[in-house]
């Protein structure tokens, strides 16, 4: 029990500074068109705004932020709840709404590539 509150206070925390990462670059989460123009974009700047960040410009820093900690909740939420909890991400949207917009989108952009180099490569 003790372990419980202690990984769901820390998952809360994350998903409160996911939202305020949001707010900052004036990314509504709600807005699935804009949560995927935002992982369209990171994912496509991905090493840009990683080196760009590292030389202190602070908006790719917090793109950059926002996209680790997404794939950081992703990998605590796979440790606690298995590999098949994201066919539960509407019930987990109820308390983690934000991170729950915020990696749809990033899953199916990512899952987008994949069929497009799918096809590229069954082209050649």
Do not use: P
Request: aromatic share 8%; proline share 0%.
């Amino acid at each position: 029990m003790f372990g419980d509150d202690i990984v769901f206070r820390v998952e809360r925390e994350l998903e409160l500074e996911i939202e305020r990462k949001c707010l900052i670059l004036q990314l509504d989460s709600h807005d699935a068109v804009a949560a995927q123009a935002f992982a369209h974009d990171v994912l496509n700047h991905l090493d840009s705004y990683g080196k760009a960040a590292a030389d202190g410009d602070m908006q790719a820093r917090i793109k950059i932020e926002l996209y680790g900690m997404a794939v950081l909740m992703h990998k605590s939420n796979t440790a606690n709840f298995g590999a098949g909890y994201m066919t539960q991400l509407d019930a987990l949207s109820a308390r983690e709404s934000a991170w729950v917009n915020i990696a749809r989108a990033i899953w199916n952009e990512l899952e987008r590539r994949s069929s497009m180099d799918e096809v590229r490569n069954a082209q050649q």
